[in-house]
């Protein structure tokens, strides 16, 4: 199973981004899809997640500019910025649970980073 980020760049402060992950493979079934992130210095943090249902949790500094969603169809998990902030200058990690076939259930996957710098 791989997950391929895309989408990071440079952007200004009060610009957009759209962050696209999708996971190729030997995939029996895709359930929870995350996106974290981790800025100089920093601990890895949630950024936004999405179930399998839909249902979406957010990060209290992105909530209101980042939008999470999900196609199913095609295994990808997007990340809408909005709004951006210099705050928000990081590395960009998917995370997706996965149950491939061989396994007994869901296992954690993660992408490469994608980096994403806001200048003022």
């Known amino acids: 199973v791989q997950l391929q980020a895309s989408g990071g760049g440079l952007v200004q402060v009060g610009g957009s981004l759209r962050l696209s992950c999708a996971a190729s493979?030997?995939?029996?079934?895709?359930?929870?899809m995350a996106w974290y992130r981790q800025a100089p210095g920093e601990q890895l943090e949630l950024v936004a997640g999405i179930t399998s249902d839909g249902d979406t949790t957010y990060a209290d500094s992105v909530k209101g500019r980042f939008i999470i969603s999900r196609d199913n169809a095609k295994n990808t998990v997007y990340l809408q910025m909005n709004r951006l902030k210099s705050e928000d200058t990081a590395n960009y990690y998917c995370n997706v649970d996965i149950w491939v076939p061989e396994a007994v259930g869901a296992m954690p996957f993660w992408g490469q980073g994608t980096l994403v710098t806001v200048s003022s």
């Open positions: 493979g030997s995939i029996f079934s895709v359930h929870d």
